[in-house]
């Protein structure tokens, strides 16, 4: 049987929103989840809004008038000190929101230098139609599989008809939809503790 390490400092879980504006369901799920993490978590929105969109002139060092962006190396930066990373989503149009596509191709670069390689996920979708953002989530999970990142398995979190569950204070108050979370909660937070990049 394998045991979990034990760690000196608390796991560091960066959380990423597919989601821009203001009142978004995403982040409101999103702190409902980092709330259920057992002791020992901790979490951080890394924002993606201000990431201007992917140019690989940026990370060419032959490009000399195209400096790499500041908020490219603090996303990256954000990233690197994670032990795992949870993205929360909606879909739009049918797959991954723009910018959150746009964050996952910034982390990737340069070559040999990805973020997310090895680095445990858990991905959220949420719609406020019946289908729960299913192919936002799958096509995250496409996009995700290049980097051999762990992932939680089942049950996955497609989280259908926002509007039933999620109250206007970004409260979850049904015991259904909490019991559901709290387990997805807590099979992330075991993946996280056992398979922690060795780098972090
Ligand atoms: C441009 C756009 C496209 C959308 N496409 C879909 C879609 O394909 N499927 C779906 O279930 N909902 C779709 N929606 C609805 C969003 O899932 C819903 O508004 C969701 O609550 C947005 O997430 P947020 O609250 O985190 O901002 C779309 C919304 C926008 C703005």
Not at 4 to 31: F, K, M, N
Not at 59 to 70: W, Y
Not at 115 to 133: E, F, N, T
Request: glycine residues 8%; contains cysteine.
């Amino acid at each position: 049987m394998t045991s979990a390490p034990t760690y000196d400092r608390p796991l560091h879980v960066a959380v990423i929103l597919g989601s821009l504006r203001r009142r978004s369901r995403s982040r409101a799920i999103a702190r409902v989840v980092a709330d259920m993490l057992p002791p020992g978590f901790e979490t951080e929105v890394v924002e993606i809004g201000g990431l201007p969109l992917y140019d690989a002139d940026y990370d060419d060092p032959a490009v000399e008038d195209k400096p790499l962006p500041e908020q490219y190396q603090r996303f990256r930066w954000a990233l690197a000190g994670a032990n795992g990373v949870l993205f929360v989503t909606p879909e739009n149009n049918h797959t991954v929101p723009a910018c959150l596509k746009n964050a996952v191709d910034v982390g990737s670069k340069p070559n040999g230098e990805s973020v997310w390689l090895d680095l445990p996920a858990g991905i959220v979708s949420h719609s406020v139609g019946r289908m729960g953002g299913y192919s936002a989530h799958k096509n995250l999970r496409l996009a995700l599989s290049y980097f051999d990142m762990p992932m939680t398995g089942q049950p996955e979190a497609f989280l259908g008809s926002t509007g039933s569950f999620l109250d206007e204070e970004g409260n979850l108050p049904r015991p259904d939809t909490q019991r559901f979370l709290a387990t997805w909660t807590q099979s992330f937070a075991d993946l996280v503790r056992l398979r922690t990049p060795r780098r972090r």
